[in-house]
């Protein structure tokens, strides 16, 4: 019986994170240690790199997965170290893991097999607080704002207008809608709340989107939490929190480093969920990475629709981050899944489910390559039950589309599993290092594709890439400046393959807020289901055509964007039938079993 992640991670002798550090020029002093593998890093550290070049910035994306996920991270760690293998100087930067996932359907979520993070069972669990605190400093925030109501309510507040609800880091459906206030004069004001759980906060979101410590002081302020009875929106700042919450998040807006069991060093900072919030690690984290690695592996939430298109359109508009390649995972199950095949047979071989399926797998290069404009190679992350057959069905159908493609089987053999596709990346890489100046960083673009220069690197299967010429550069989706209902529009019908938005009366009334009181020029985050291109997850492979719904549009204003909540997506889940919580134990001497 073939070993568990977690008896896979404790069988390994980890490094200590000294000799980590070492790998990207970090002393001692550089280190704040969280005992003998991981440790924050300290701040100083930054204004010493600052000036230094950035290294290449590979994105990891996927297809439209499946509820039980296809390896993006996995995949992530694997080509991390595959990059090491080859002499590259690697880091990988990953978002910290919820403990709702880690206790609902998925289990651990930090890689898995000889592919992981480690420690594997403190990063799945309390890691270095920083989840923690984000909890307390949104949760000092409610209570703050329920103490403004109880004192008199000098500002005005709208009790049927408090749009902050409180938040905890666990699925519990039974906290979605609540009422407090309750137990009398003493208890404080009476009115309906609920809970968000953690990596849904806007707190998780600012600290994500946050430059350094001063910056998400600044931020915080500025988030919306209510209304007055005049419609004047009411914010952190004029609660005069926001200085203690930055206080609380101290030491949580310091990346955090660990290592792979590849000895790769890993940044795990952060953790906004994809399908709610905008799916990335820390820019913190990135940012720092990029001075001290000359390849630098991150991942976006979910695929290429939700994760990519925040990191596109959000993230590197607020940090200036321009990938050079991206990495789209796919795997036969998923596929076969938008084929039409049923969740329970994902495991047989049905070459004709597998065929239809991978119109989701075009709609996400289309989106790669053509929406985003960035070179990608598609990695089918390798599982037991695949077939030879299935294999090598979609290996050449992503080789017809002139796509570079690689299998990976990062689970059994780690990086030594992900070798060709390192090759291919560091091609590409070079491919887009060699265009002309402003091809391979152009942030609006014309929709025109650059042949790569002559004698510029291969790799292999890149003699047929991209025939009809290189993608040229990094392009967003839709200008600031443009209404709400543009940007949301353009995503939905470019990204998503929509062919019209329904906006319900309370989303119609939300924009024409945001927009009165100057939050219409933030970028738009797309909260919607995970396992459909559309809003409606019962839609697999390729939905066109459809209508988007739009239910409500809400103020991010820390974190600097505005949320379009779609069809029925939860900012609070609930725990499945047989949680993971019931396989995860621990025995007397601390050892615990069952994470994954």
Not at 197 to 202: F, M, N, Q, R
Not at 304 to 320: T, Y
Not at 367 to 385: D, E, K, W
Not at 471 to 480: M, W
Request: aromatic share 4%.
């Amino acid at each position: 019986m073939a070993p568990t992640d977690i008896e896979i991670a404790q069988a390994h002798t980890l490094r200590p994170i000294a000799e980590i550090g070492a790998k990207l020029g970090l002393g001692p002093d550089d280190l704040e240690p969280y005992g003998k593998y991981k440790a924050k890093i300290a701040p100083h550290v930054w204004e010493r790199v600052r000036g230094a070049p950035d290294g290449h910035l590979i994105l990891v994306t996927a297809i439209t997965p499946t509820p039980a996920g296809e390896g993006k991270t996995t995949v992530t760690i694997g080509l991390g170290d595959a990059l090491s293998q080859l002499g590259e100087r690697t880091a990988i930067c990953l978002r910290e893991p919820s403990l709702g996932p880690v206790f609902g359907v998925k289990g651990g979520a930090a890689g898995g097999g000889y592919s992981q993070v480690v420690p594997m069972e403190d990063i799945n669990l309390h890691f270095t607080g920083d989840f923690h605190a984000v909890s307390a400093a949104h949760n000092l925030l409610a209570a703050a704002l329920d103490n403004h109501l109880h004192h008199g309510n000098a500002l005005g507040i709208d009790p049927r207008a408090i749009t902050w609800k409180r938040t905890v880091d666990m699925n519990d459906r039974a906290l979605r809608q609540i009422v407090v206030g309750l137990g009398g004069k003493s208890g404080g004001v009476p009115r309906e709340d609920g809970f968000l759980i953690t990596p849904a906060s806007e707190v998780m979101a600012t600290l994500c989107l946050a430059s350094d410590l001063e910056d998400l002081r600044e931020r915080l302020g500025r988030i919306v939490v209510a209304y007055t009875t005049a419609g004047k929106p009411v914010r952190a700042a004029d609660l005069k929190v926001h200085g203690a919450m930055a206080a609380l998040l101290r030491d949580a807006v310091k990346p955090n480093l660990v290592q792979t069991l590849g000895g790769t060093p890993a940044f795990v900072h952060g953790g906004p969920f994809g399908n709610i919030a905008h799916g990335t690690n820390a820019i913190i984290a990135t940012r720092l990475a990029l001075k001290l690695a000359d390849y630098v592996v991150t991942e976006a939430g979910f695929g290429a629709d939700l994760g990519a298109e925040k990191f596109v359109n959000i993230v590197s508009r607020v940090a200036g981050f321009r990938p050079v390649v991206a990495v789209i995972v796919a795997t036969v199950r998923a596929l076969k899944l938008h084929g039409g095949k049923k969740l329970e047979e994902l495991t047989q071989e049905d070459l004709p489910a597998l065929a239809r399926g991978i119109a989701n797998l075009e709609k996400h290069i289309e989106n790669v390559t053509r929406v985003y404009g960035l070179p990608a190679v598609v990695a089918i992350n390798r599982f037991q039950s695949d077939t030879g057959a299935e294999l090598d069905l979609l290996e050449g159908r992503v080789r017809n589309l002139g796509v570079p493609v690689a299998v990976v089987d990062v689970w059994a053999r780690g990086g030594a599993g992900a070798l060709n596709l390192a090759r291919q990346v560091v091609a590409l890489a070079q491919r887009v290092q060699s265009l002309p100046a402003g091809k391979a960083a152009d942030p609006k673009g014309d929709g025109r594709k650059v042949r790569p220069p002559e004698g510029a690197a291969e790799g292999p299967g890149l003699e047929d890439a991209y025939p009809d010429g290189f993608p040229g550069g990094l392009r967003f989706t839709y200008e600031l400046d443009e209404p709400i209902k543009a940007k949301i529009e353009k995503v939905a019908k470019q990204v998503y393959g929509a062919g019209s938005v329904a906006y319900s009366a309370q989303a119609e009334r939300s924009i024409r807020r945001l927009e009165r009181h100057e939050l219409g020029n933030l970028p738009v985050c797309m909260a919607k289901t995970q396992y459909s291109l559309s809003d409606q997850p019962e839609l697999l492979g390729r939905p066109e055509g459809f209508t988007l719904t739009v239910r409500d549009v809400v103020p991010s204003a820390g974190a600097g964007f505005v949320v379009a909540i779609t069809g029925e997506i939860l900012t609070m889940p609930g725990l499945p039938r047989e949680p993971a919580a019931e396989r995860i134990d621990i025995d007397r001497t601390g050892r615990i079993t069952g994470l994954f």
